[in-house]
Every structure is written in structure tokens, then in C-alpha cells.
């Protein structure tokens, strides 16, 4: 599995925005394009679809720009991606209204892949996007402490 450029670049995005958040630069889609190097346009379309998620929160007018909706703490990795992709789904075959598979009527895997998909989005949602934000060694602790001495999501 691979995010998609725009849920890599949410990310990048949310990183820098919980850094810089109530810092003395106003955050806007120009000043994180330039701090993340993610284009601008496409920096536009993402503060669009992180506000509509409820990620951020934006101000219009002069003085204007966005923070973080709620603390980096209670933003999770999942959060963003949900944000650009949707629902995390391995297969489409979970989908409602989804019968585009030639096997699905003997398929025996899909019934297991709502566990799969819960999985792992319990996997990125374990990691916070004030983790992100601190670097990577906190992403390792982070990571470590999520996972039992069986390496079983606890």
C-alpha cells in the first residue's frame, strides 16, 4: 500500500502547520508551501480539504490564515489521510455498492478485510501528528509503545 502524493503531502503540510502553529508567522497555504516546498496550488487544495476534514480552522480578511483545529496531540496520522483519501480500505470490495470483482461471490478473504483495514488504520491512528511534528525518534518511541511485547497492536 502507498499513500497518494496528496495524502503524502497533507502530512508534510500538518507537520510543518502543528511546528509553526501560535507561532508569530500567520499560517496560510503560501507560508507552508514555502516552508514544505509542496506547490502552491496544490497547497490550496489541501487547506481546502484539511478545514473541510475539521483539521484546520481558517480566518478570512486581513490578518487572516489558519491553525490547527484542535492540539497536534489529538490529531492522528489516520486523520490526515482520511482527510485526503477517505476511508483507509485495502480493497474496494468492503465498499458498499462495491461488485466490481470477478470473484466475489467465492471469495474467502472478504470477510476478513474490514479487520485488515481496521488494523490498519488503528496503526496510523496510533501516531499523532505532535509526534510528527517533534521527529523522528518520537515517531520510533511513539511506534514502539503501541505495540505489545507479541508486536500485536495493544
Known sequence: MRLSSLADYAVVMMSSAARLDGGPVRLTATVLAGETGVPLPTAQKLVSRLSAAGLIESARGTGGG?????????????????????????????????????????????????????????????????????????????????????????
Open 66 to 154: 489558519f491553525r490547527l483545529a484542535r492540539e497536534a496531540a489529538a490529531i492522528s496520522l489516520a486523520d490526515i489521510v482520511e482527510a485526503v483519501e477517505g476511508p483507509i480500505a485495502m480493497t474496494a470490495c468492503v465498499e458498499a455498492g462495491a461488485h466490481d470483482c470477478a470473484i466475489e461471490k467465492d471469495c474467502r478473504m472478504k470477510p476478513h478485510w474490514n479487520a485488515v483495514n481496521h488494523a490498519v488504520r488503528g496503526a496510523l491512528a496510533g501516531i499523532t501528528l505532535a509526534t510528527l511534528a517533534s521527529g523522528p525518534e518520537a515517531v520510533r518511541q511513539d511506534s514502539a509503545s503501541a505495540h505489545d511485547g507479541a508486536g500485536v497492536m495493544a
